[in-house]
């Protein structure tokens, strides 16, 4: 059974940080492209993020300098370091794992206000 298992989320102050990570079972992690996807309520899902099984990596243009996305292919884990947040990052993150087929988390929620 495939899991994609979130955690990190919470209530940050603009311009703060977090760190959300994704720890994978039931599949051969490295094999997999690894991305992080957000949708704020009323909006669509749009990717973030993503670390290819190569570690090459693309950013949206609205995190690019802000966010890092990183992988540890031993520990089957996918990270996203957040930072100089914005209210308008404020979404539920998904984890997403592609390669021949696709997972997903169910999702953690990041809010960032004052």
């Known amino acids: 059974q495939v899991q994609l298992a979130e955690s990190g989320g919470g209530l940050v102050q603009p311009g703060g940080s977090l760190r959300l990570s994704c720890e994978a079972s039931?599949?051969?992690?490295?094999?997999?492209?690894m991305a992080w996807y957000r949708q704020a309520p009323g909006k669509q899902r749009e990717l973030v993020a993503v670390?290819?099984?190569?570690?090459?990596?693309t950013y949206a243009d609205s995190v690019k300098g802000r966010f890092t996305i990183s992988r540890d292919n031993t520990k089957n884990t996918v990270n996203l370091q957040m930072n100089s947040l914005k209210p308008e990052d404020t979404a539920v993150y998904y984890c997403?794992?592609?390669?021949?087929?696709?997972?997903w988390g169910q999702g953690t929620q990041v809010t960032v206000s004052s």
């Open positions: 997403n794992a592609n390669s021949l087929s696709q997972y």
């Open positions: 039931g599949i051969t992690f490295r094999l997999y492209n």
């Open positions: 670390i290819r099984r190569d570690a090459s990596t």
